[in-house]
């Protein structure tokens, strides 16, 4: 069995008018994610890694922000076709191991119906999800409240 691993990462920058996305679900908060589609930052690290672990360049090559085509989409939209992409290629999830650093809102109520809603959209266990939310301790510009980053790894494995 061929496995492989992968590491994303992705960031936006928080603003008014836009509601807030991460791991599929919209949180309450004041501010939103910036960006063409609807900027989860945590989907997009999750897609990058798999991507990134099969050999598919990355979420801006698959998915352009240049395509009118993507334009406000769904991020839950883009992790079903990054895992349609993965099976193509004869790869199934291993894991994935992410974190969202932010400091507000609080991240750790929610973890638990991300990973439901992620599991669901990518057709994998609960179980194989791992998330994790941490803070940049007021430094950055995570720590001044302009945006949100986020980090994942995934193990893929041959299926074929």
């Not at 809102?105 to 992620?118: G, R, S, T, W």
């Amino acid at each position: 069995m061929k496995i492989r691993t992968g590491f994303g990462y992705d960031v936006h920058r928080l603003v008014a008018d836009r509601a807030l996305y991460l791991g599929g679900i919209r949180l309450p908060h004041t501010l939103g994610l910036l960006g063409h589609s609807d900027a989860d930052v945590l989907i997009h690290a999750i897609c990058d890694a798999l991507l990134g672990a099969a050999n598919l360049r990355d979420i801006g090559f698959q998915f352009p922000d240049t395509s009118a085509e993507y334009k406000n989409i769904d991020s839950k939209i883009l992790l079903s076709r990054t895992m349609k992409l993965l099976r193509e290629e004869g790869y199934e999830l291993g894991n994935i191991d992410a974190t969202v650093c932010a400091e507000k809102p609080k991240i750790n109520p929610y973890i638990d119906q991300m990973k439901i809603c992620l599991a669901e959209v990518m057709g994998v266990n609960v179980a194989d999800i791992s998330l994790k939310a941490t803070t940049s301790e007021r430094m950055g510009f995570v720590g001044r409240e302009e945006g949100i980053a986020a980090y994942a790894t995934v193990l893929i494995y041959s299926v074929n």
